[in-house]
């Protein structure tokens, strides 16, 4: 026996059926990826890379990927430098997407371009950048500033007594200009400030602390 063709009230009430998929796909939540620039290899520590730096018995780079994941971004992507190779060998990264910057030694500038490259492609909306060297930032604080994306074209920073600190979301839109303007240690800055009248500010001081690891005094805050 030949199928029975659908009548064309049958055909409607299939299709009704089939939009709610169709309304879910749209209304799904936009990709906001992790990026944790993790290349510095502690000059003013004496050379200990900051990624491999003991944070709670484990490298100083297995917290900062928890805090970006606990928050809600993902897919995570790590750009590593200094000691890269160690790096891999002895921090858990599963689950994340790692990168080496050859260049790390010129700076976070261009830790971030390879970084932003590294996200071509995964179809994320934006990415909230995170340094590895700043343990006292944890998911809150991170969570905070995911949430004030609205579309590509948007840029957060987090702030503490109303002063920009990280981490910091970028839209797609303006990873281009970015990659173009990312050198040395400045990183994003030359954007932000060319842009200040469109950031968005997100307080955090009431659940984060955003110091860096960055002399050996500083060590003791990993204590």
């Not at 297995?62 to 994941?69: F, T, Y």
């Not at 179809?123 to 998911?139: C, H, K, M, T």
């Not at 970015?178 to 800055?189: E, K, L, N, P, S």
Request: charge should be neutral; glycine fraction near 10%.
């Amino acid at each position: 026996m030949s199928p029975r063709s659908s009548t064309p009230d049958e055909h409607r009430h299939q299709q009704q059926h089939r939009q709610p998929a169709a309304a879910a796909d749209r209304s799904a939540p936009p990709v906001i990826a992790g990026l944790l620039l993790a290349a510095g290899g502690g000059r003013r520590l004496g050379g200990r890379p900051k990624a491999l730096l003991t944070y709670r018995g484990r490298p100083l780079v297995e917290n900062a990927v928890r805090v970006l994941r606990e928050a809600g971004c993902g897919p995570l992507h790590v750009v590593l430098g200094a000691s890269a190779a160690e790096v891999r060998e002895r921090a858990d990264l599963s689950g994340c997407v790692v990168t080496d910057n050859p260049d790390w030694a010129e700076g976070m500038g261009s830790s971030l371009r390879v970084g932003l490259a590294s996200l071509a492609g995964t179809g994320a909306r934006a990415a909230l950048v995170s340094l590895v060297d700043q343990p006292g930032i944890g998911p809150e604080a991170v969570a905070r500033v995911r949430a004030a994306y609205r579309s590509p074209a948007s840029l957060v920073a987090a702030a503490y007594e109303g002063e920009r600190g990280h981490p910091v979301l970028f839209g797609s839109d303006r990873w281009p200009d970015i990659v173009a303007t990312a050198t040395g240690d400045r990183g994003a800055r030359v954007h932000l400030t060319n842009h200040a009248a469109e950031l968005t500010l997100v307080e955090c001081g009431d659940v984060a602390e955003a110091f860096d690891i960055d002399t050996p005094p500083d060590l003791a805050r990993l204590a």
